[in-house]
């Protein structure tokens, strides 16, 4: 007859592979940048939201690009599309144009590593309100990121 075995749980451990796949699940991604708009951070974060991944930094840098004017970032008067100005002609063939101008220049020179596609124009105001609405829907590709078909929206609030 077969003598019993007694076995203490503590002996067990885990196996390798098993110990390999817990501690890459608990390795995270050292951030890119800050997330915009800024947020508290979590542990993994530090202080503040940060990106861990490149394509949502683009995208959140290139936003930033676009809204911000002329003049409002320090030591750089030329950084951003200042497309404010033109809020108002936005969806006049010629305001399309040169808001296109001024978001080409600003990306060519800040941000040269993404290649605008597409610029859409839809205005969403109510004829009754007086404050109307112009959004702006951008789709573009970073070929050094693997990054194609990608796109933003930005909604432009303006009183008629």
């Known amino acids: 007859m077969a003598q019993a075995k007694s076995y203490s749980f503590i002996s067990v451990g885990t196996k390798?592979?098993?110990?390999?796949?817990?501690?890459?699940a608990t390795i995270v991604e050292p951030p890119i940048?800050?997330?915009?708009?800024?947020?508290?951070?979590?542990?993994?974060d530090g202080i503040f939201k940060m990106h861990r991944n490149l394509g949502s930094q683009i995208k959140d840098n290139l936003i930033n690009l676009i809204l911000t004017n002329q003049n409002e970032r320090l030591n750089f008067p030329?950084?951003?599309?200042?497309?404010?100005?033109?809020?108002?002609?936005?969806?006049?063939?010629?305001?399309?144009?040169?808001?296109?101008?001024?978001?080409?220049r600003a990306v060519s020179k800040y941000m040269p590593f993404v290649i605008l596609d597409n610029f859409?124009?839809?205005?969403?105001?109510?004829?009754?309100?007086?404050?109307?609405?112009?959004?702006?829907?951008?789709?573009?590709?970073?070929?050094?990121?693997?990054?194609?078909?990608?796109?933003?929206s930005i909604v432009f609030n303006f009183s008629g």
């Open 16 to 24: 390798k592979n098993a110990y390999d796949a817990e501690v890459a």
């Open 33 to 44: 940048g800050i997330k915009t708009p800024v947020e508290v951070g979590n542990n993994s």
């Open 120 to 152: 859409i124009i839809t205005p969403e105001g109510v004829e009754t309100s007086a404050l109307a609405r112009v959004k702006i829907t951008i789709s573009y590709s970073v070929p050094r990121a693997n990054l194609t078909q990608q796109s933003i």
């Open 78 to 104: 030329d950084f951003g599309a200042n497309i404010r100005p033109l809020v108002h002609e936005l969806s006049s063939e010629n305001g399309d144009e040169e808001a296109m101008r001024r978001i080409q």
